[in-house]
């Protein structure tokens, strides 16, 4: 039961009500001139407004940020690499071209665990961040998209592991990237939220659960592993907001 006498006020605030979904009931009191005393009841259903939310996730270890080449070739070491071949023991990332050492482009991913992020919630910003392992130049195009999964498992070390995971129909392109001069400094992408969303619109996410992300292109940008060094693993940044429920009122005079 809560009560609170308005006084000559026009209005007056009450604190304390319940916010699951409860019914409460309302009765306001008006002395009308030469009547008397009469009521109103009204009736309102309580719901907990919207929340707001924002994580910061990174790959947590080597084995979740992986390599996979596109075509079979010979490095200039003389090492010979099939198509489809997977890789997530590196100390760094190539986006995308690796001639130096996996003879050509790759398709890099990346996977994060544990996204705290209701279903359904609606995505208002979100990113990757890397931090750039080698100076590196030159043209450079990037497509990402993740994998359209419940909850992204593990990857594998089987040919083409990356590859045969199905992606979401949304994408973000990274066009015209800058060159990469400094050492140790943090490169964002443009806003990925429409490939985030399309993940956790999806009935079956649930918060906690893990996303894969898949990065495919042209050109060559180095950014650090989780090998090279957790505090500059490839980072996901989310922002969310979930729908504040609107109360409905039914309103009975009497």
């Known amino acids: 039961y809560y009560s609170q006498s308005q006084g000559s006020n026009t ?11 409860s019914t409460i009931y309302v009765r306001i009191w008006t002395s009308l001139p030469n009547i008397g005393w009469q009521y109103n009841d009204y009736q309102y259903t309580a719901y907990t407004a919207g929340q707001i939310g924002v994580i910061d996730v990174r790959v947590a270890d080597d084995g979740n940020d992986v390599e996979q080449l596109l075509q079979a ?39 994060f665990q544990g996204i705290g992020i209701p279903q359904g919630a609606t995505i208002t910003n979100a990113y990757l961040e890397f931090t750039v392992d080698e100076p590196t130049s030159g043209t ?54 429409a490939v985030v969303q399309e993940v956790v619109n999806r009935s079956g996410w649930s918060n906690g659960n893990s996303m894969v992300f898949m990065i495919s292109g042209s050109g060559r940008r180095t950014a650090e592993s989780a090998q090279g060094g957790q505090g500059t693993a490839p980072l996901l940044h989310i922002e969310y907001t979930t729908d504040e429920d609107v109360a409905s009122e039914i309103t009975s005079p009497t």
């Open 73 to 111: 070739g010979t490095n200039p070491q003389g090492v010979s690499f099939d198509a489809g071949n997977m890789y997530d023991d590196s100390s760094d990332l190539e986006l995308i071209n690796d001639d130096a050492y996996h003879s050509g482009d790759q398709l890099v991913g990346l996977r």
């Open 140 to 193: 450079a195009n990037l497509t990402i998209k993740a994998q359209d999964a419940n909850n992204a498992q593990a990857f594998t070390s089987a040919n083409f592991d990356l590859s045969n995971r199905t992606t979401t129909s949304a994408s973000t392109n990274w066009n015209n990237i800058p060159n990469w001069t400094s050492v140790g400094s943090t490169q964002q992408t443009p806003d990925i939220k």
């Open 11 to 21: 209005g007056v605030n009450v604190s304390g009500l319940p916010t699951d979904g």
